[in-house]
């Protein structure tokens, strides 16, 4: 499979413990994003790598939430001392740089804080 | 920033028939208008996209329409099918040569297809 990957698919957790997730974007994709979808709603953008930069983030990526691509290939997202309102759909998705291109998406990894 | 709203949030059509789903947005600066398909428990896929410079785009039974001056776009599926059955999402992004900037999603319609 060459698309995009996640790992793990599903985590659960207790409240106040930490995450890690993973995510593979198709080898020659230098753009990178990541996503969270709650049910029933659109995902909504969290951050966005090009290459090893980091170059955007949302207001929703609160401090608790970071992000690294250290190597501009895969990238890792972390939640520290998880709350409940965490519990959602992360989506990471990967693009070409040039203009107009498609983002595709990763299967994503759902995350339940108990 | 942007604002996507999405109408309508459910629709159910007999096999055969038409959906259209349409969508506005808020920031004129907006130029590249993509519209998901996302069946239950996977990804979202890519269906259909236009650009700010074209007013509408085909493919088979899948068209996109597009008005600048009213900030409004929609998703017209033809002779539908129950395998069309999905939760459709539109996104609007502005695009830029050097960066690359985040999609703006609508909260999705849900279509179901009755056989």
């Known amino acids: 499979d060459t698309g995009v990957s996640q790992d793990p698919r599903h985590k659960i957790t207790k409240r106040g413990q930490n995450v890690t997730f993973r995510c593979d974007p198709i080898?020659?994709?230098?753009?990178l994003y990541w996503y969270r979808q709650t049910l029933g709603q659109g995902p909504e953008f969290l951050t966005y790598?090009?290459?090893?930069?980091?170059?955007?983030k949302s207001r929703l990526l609160s401090d608790r939430f970071s992000a690294e691509r250290p190597k501009g290939s895969f990238s890792t997202l972390e939640i520290q001392r998880t709350e409940q309102g965490d519990s959602a759909m992360y989506l990471c998705?990967?693009?070409?740089?040039?203009?107009?291109?498609?983002?595709?998406f990763g299967p994503g990894t759902r995350l339940t804080v108990l | 920033g942007e604002n996507v709203e999405q109408h309508p949030s459910t629709l159910s059509v007999q096999e055969g028939d038409s959906a259209v789903i349409k969508c506005t947005y808020s920031?004129?600066?907006?130029?590249?208008f993509p519209w998901y398909k996302q069946e239950l428990g996977k990804r979202p896929q890519l269906i259909i996209d236009?650009?700010?410079?074209?007013g509408e785009k085909k493919d088979q039974r899948i068209a996109v329409t597009l008005n600048k001056t009213a900030k409004h776009f929609s998703l017209h599926i033809t002779e539908t099918q129950p395998e069309d059955s999905a939760v459709y999402f539109c996104?609007?992004?502005?695009?830029?040569?050097?960066?690359?900037?985040?999609?703006?999603f609508g909260e999705g319609t849900q279509l179901t297809v009755n056989p």
């Open positions: 998705a990967s693009s070409l740089t040039s203009s107009y291109n498609e983002q595709f």
């Open positions: 080898s020659e994709h230098n753009r």
């Open positions: 790598f090009q290459n090893e930069a980091q170059l955007e």
């Open positions: 920031d004129s600066a907006s130029n590249y």
């Open positions: 236009i650009r700010s410079n074209v």
């Open positions: 996104a609007a992004r502005v695009m830029e040569e050097t960066s690359g900037s985040r999609l703006t």
